[in-house]
């Protein structure tokens, strides 16, 4: 007679040990989950057009009130700070819309480091959506009044637009979805604002077109009825600018004893200023 222990080992079945995943199935779980990751990245931050191509017009509305618009500083002005990129250097590649100053403002501004009295809820600036889409960011400005408003359009994958010095709305902030024309915040009534239009989200890019490049005629005619003839009124092209560079020390644009600021600014026509 066998003796138990025998026995019941014989009659005991053991489970097949499991195979340890091969060093190829791991490498296509790796794979999978890489391209997973780069299918959510191209999903938030979008495609793109080459910056060869012509900038989609993709605006829907404007996202100021013009009528309460003075001016508007050109495309690679020599305005503000330098704000370049996509192989160019030392010009502001934005746009700074520019509320008529009155004695009270610049007396304002000169007590407090040039800045302009903030909104009072009383005359201020409506600012608008321009487009449908997400606010993807909102951070406030560190050596400026209000907050950057960073808009995803929905019709433009690639392309971000930025708003600066805003004061954000109530519910406006990163992943709000917002609608073209939609009230979003205020500047004061003689607060500059200025827009960047960027084409792609990457944070490494910066290649900016002008605001008037990506806005189709129905709106742009809004702006010929207040004088500019046409786009090339508010744009510096590359060629002139590269022509007729400016000088920049850390990131500040160092001007001569001479300077045309006039050059950089295009006032519109009819401007009534808000009565008080």
Partial sequence: MLPLTLKLGSMTK????????????????????VLLVIAAVVSYYGTPKPVSASP????????????????????RSGMGLDYSGGGESCRNMKHYFIPQQDADALQYA????GRAPAPNGKDDIPI??????????TRAESNQAGHRIVIYPE?????????????PSHGITGGTPVKAGQHIGVIGAHQTTDIDIQ??????????VSYFQVMPDRLFAAYQA???????????SRAYRDAHPLTCSGGRFVYPAIYDYGADIFKLSGYQATQR
């Fill in 128 to 137: 608008y959506s321009p487009v449908d889409g997400f606010i993807a960011s």
């Fill in 199 to 208: 084409i792609g989200r990457m944070p490494w890019d910066n290649t900016s």
């Fill in 56 to 75: 989609l017009e993709f605006i829907q509305a404007d996202f100021i009130d013009l009528s309460r618009i003075y001016s508007i500083s050109k495309f």
């Fill in 226 to 236: 207040r004088g500019v003839t046409s786009r090339d009124d508010l744009i510096i």
């Fill in 155 to 167: 019709n433009a994958p690639g392309y971000k637009v930025s708003l600066f010095h805003i004061t």
């Fill in 14 to 33: 053991r489970k097949p040990k499991s195979k340890p995943k091969t060093k190829p199935t791991r490498i296509a779980l790796i794979a999978a989950g």
């Fill in 110 to 113: 000169a007590e407090h480091d």
